[in-house]
């Protein structure tokens, strides 16, 4: 980190040759990379090799990071959750870098890999285990056997998360043929249920949250096509094939759902050491001709129903965030939208995770034009004191008004939900703060 001293070390290698701590993590990890390498993979080995060796020290990484070293590529990197490296309460107990905010509550299963892991399905894991105490940011997990070697040089996988009480509650449409209403129920029953009910089945679409149905299409090339829809409206959420991945495809997106809507019911949280206020202000903002940001927005009075604020699409507010407390602090803002996608607000594009601090007295303002999706959309802010990354959660591009043409970055945002591009969630432990606002965007 910038505001970090790089600490000098020894070579063993080159007859304990004094060199930078980075510079020799840098050259362990370039001189073992392979053609499907990505950046990533190589920063986890040394930021593993940093922890060991300087636990105060805190690479970075920033730019297109999942593609080949010194090539261009992409290779699809599935979420992780990184393990703390040092911390072992026991030798069949690890500590990972995200809690609850990733549904990591008790009983939920993780898999180990080594940092190198793309796509854990490609290898065996090093470890398995399940949660047995979270907090907001960290989780210790209980491994199935002890983890061999060095835990800070593995990754975990969410294999199975928890959402707490939590249960959705899906309705299977009439027309929807036999063979697929028995995969549905067998997936309920085997997957869905353990270690506590994550979905369950409900007869009326009146008491659903969401519904399985055809999506009106005769068929998608060879294979039937069906659409998971919010019961509620009818926001489509995810498509679903006929195929023999429906039930992978329906479990990942149900799974992605409970997330969001895990995350929409957080209380707010408050810590005696952050006080940062979250305001949204009704606002039409000013466009050039080629569609950018003129940097100027006029606050309007805005409309409220029911003490909501209440827009059309194409209309837009000012989200303003102050941090009103004594402390520096890392600030979050994420858009949990009413189809289940999720987009980040701030950092917006341009912007890393370290980069969104608010000192003292600061306040950052971002203009927001209201997308034609209607229904309620919740605005969560977190705010803590070491960087947050919600990089796995994203299913959509960051958010803003009037942005312009697409760039690369925002292609790689809109890629996220894809598993082509992910990062770790991995706030350090410490006090956080979380509130909401809830908006709703009206059709007519």
Do not use: C, K
């Not at 505001?3 to 370039?30: I, K, W």
């Not at 309460?89 to 190198?116: H, I, K, Q």
């Not at 983890?147 to 969410?158: E, K, R, S």
């Not at 299977?172 to 089945?201: F, K, N, Q, S």
Request: hydrophobic share 40%.
């Amino acid at each position: 980190r910038h505001d970090q001293l790089n600490y000098e070390t020894v070579d063993e290698r080159q007859d304990n040759m004094p060199v930078g701590s980075l510079s020799l993590a840098l050259n362990h990890a370039l001189a073992s990379v392979g053609p499907r390498t990505s950046y990533r993979m190589a920063f986890e080995e040394i930021r593993a090799r940093i922890a060991a060796s300087h636990p105060h020290q805190t690479p970075q990484i920033e730019g297109d990071v999942d593609v080949p070293v010194f090539g261009g590529a992409a290779v699809a990197q599935e979420p992780f959750v990184r393990v703390r490296p040092g911390e072992r309460p026991s030798p069949d107990t690890v500590v990972l870098e995200a809690g609850a905010f990733m549904g990591l509550l008790p009983g939920a299963e993780v898999a180990l890999y080594p940092a190198r892991t793309a796509r854990p399905e490609d290898e065996d894991p090093l470890a398995t285990g399940a949660v047995t105490r979270t907090t907001p940011t960290t989780a210790t997990v209980r491994l199935a056997r002890p983890l061999p070697g060095d835990a800070g040089a593995a990754i975990a996988f969410v294999t199975r998360p928890v959402y707490g009480d939590l249960a959705l509650r899906l309705a299977l449409d009439d027309r929807l043929p036999a063979t697929l209403v028995t995969a549905v129920r067998a997936l309920i029953e085997t997957r869905l249920t353990e270690p506590v009910a994550l979905a369950t089945l409900v007869d009326d679409p009146a008491h659903a949250d969401l519904v399985l149905r055809p999506d009106g299409l005769a068929a998608r090339g060879s294979a039937a096509s069906y659409t998971l829809a919010t019961a509620a409206d009818g926001l489509p959420v995810a498509d679903v094939l006929a195929t023999t991945t429906a039930s992978v495809n329906l479990e990942r997106a149900l799974r992605a759902y409970a997330r969001t809507a895990y995350l929409r019911a957080l209380p707010a949280s408050t810590a005696p050491d952050i006080d940062v206020a979250l305001e949204l202000l009704p606002a039409t903002h000013g466009v050039d001709e080629d569609g950018y940001y003129t940097g100027r927005s006029t606050i309007t009075e805005g409309r409220s129903r029911g003490g909501t604020l209440v827009f059309a699409p194409g209309e837009g507010y000012l989200l303003r965030v102050r941090n009103a407390g004594t402390d520096e602090v890392y600030v979050a803002v994420l858009s949990l939208m009413p189809d289940g996608s999720i987009a980040q607000v701030v950092p917006y594009e341009g912007y890393t995770t370290a980069e969104a601090m608010l000192r003292p007295g600061q306040t950052i303002e971002v203009p927001i034009a209201v997308e034609a999706l209607p229904g309620a959309e919740v605005i969560r802010l977190f705010a803590a004191e070491q960087p947050l990354d919600f990089g796995p959660l994203l299913t959509r591009r960051s958010r803003s008004a009037a942005a312009g043409p697409a760039s690369p970055l925002e292609a790689l945002f809109e890629a996220v939900g894809a598993g082509t591009r992910s990062r770790p969630l991995a706030p350090p432990p410490g006090s956080f703060h979380t509130q909401a606002v809830t908006i709703h965007v009206a059709s007519d």
